[in-house]
């Protein structure tokens, strides 16, 4: 194959380089966009509900590679708009929850914001894979302001408990271990552990709930701020409570 890096081609690469580094720029502002509402949402629900429901939230973008493997899994052109068209995971984010009703209304809360489009909704919670693989997934699409336009950039939500996000992490490794064929008593194995998972889930948001239920009778004078734990000291509660009367 001929090299590309001939002197006369040297000027072209530049500008290949540039408008695949501004393509790929976009996808890194969505993220910087979304992280930042995920992280007003945790603080406003660790607020309202007095824990908090995120465990952790990893981001991260597709390399070119990987794109180029979906383009010709796909088999669409391999061009900028098309890309932009038909690869939706490109910006992904994954949210790891402590319980399964925070999956959903913390997914409640990003698909009213008035700034994002839910292009597709999947819930395989309600509707696990045949494997066993739960999660929420949502496609979305917000708006980037650039310095000259305003572009609208899809990410990938994935949304799930602790015991999924286990359970897929560990699905992952022996998906490629097998090279995508695992034995029959693996998969079969790999199911049951993801129904014992889901049940784990169920209880652990029972016992969760019997807590809270606890925990509405108890005099607390803190609150949380900017994650910090902060008190309310008794002379200002006390004037408030009074002139509230
Ligand atoms: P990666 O490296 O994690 O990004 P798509 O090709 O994305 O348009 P699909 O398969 O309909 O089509 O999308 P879906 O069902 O929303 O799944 C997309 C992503 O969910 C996958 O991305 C995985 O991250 C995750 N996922 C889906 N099914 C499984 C599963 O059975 N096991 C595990 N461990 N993860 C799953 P990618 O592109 O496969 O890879």
Not at 151 to 170: C, G, H, K, N, P
Not at 220 to 234: A, S
Request: charged share 30%.
């Amino acid at each position: 194959m001929e090299t590309l890096f001939t002197p006369s081609n040297v000027k072209k690469l530049k500008a290949v380089k540039k408008e695949l580094t501004r393509f790929m720029m976009t996808y890194q502002f969505a993220l910087d966009e979304l992280s930042t509402k995920i992280d007003i949402l945790q603080q406003e629900f660790h607020y309202i509900h007095d824990y908090n429901p995120i465990e952790h939230v990893k981001s991260r973008i597709k390399t070119p590679e990987s794109i180029l493997k979906k383009v010709h899994r796909k088999g669409i052109d391999l061009t900028l708009p098309a890309i932009r068209d038909t690869i939706h995971d490109i910006a992904g984010i994954r949210i790891t929850c402590s319980f399964i009703s925070d999956i959903y209304e913390l997914s409640y809360m990003l698909e009213n914001q008035k700034d994002i489009q839910v292009v597709e909704r999947k819930d395989y919670i309600m509707n696990p894979k045949p494997n066993g693989y739960q999660s929420l997934h949502l496609i979305l699409e917000i708006p980037v302001f650039m310095s000259d336009r305003v572009l609208d950039v899809y990410v990938e939500v994935q949304i799930r408990t602790i015991a999924m996000d286990f359970w897929a992490s560990l699905e992952h490794k022996i998906y490629y271990k097998y090279n995508h064929e695992a034995p029959p008593a693996i998969l079969q194995e790999l199911k049951e552990a993801a129904e014992t998972a889901g049940r784990l889930d169920e209880k652990m948001e029972r016992l969760h709930k019997e807590i809270n239920k606890a925990k509405e009778t108890e005099n607390d004078t803190h609150f949380i701020m900017n994650h910090e734990k902060l008190h309310l000291p008794e002379e200002f509660l006390a004037t408030y409570i009074n002139s509230a009367r």
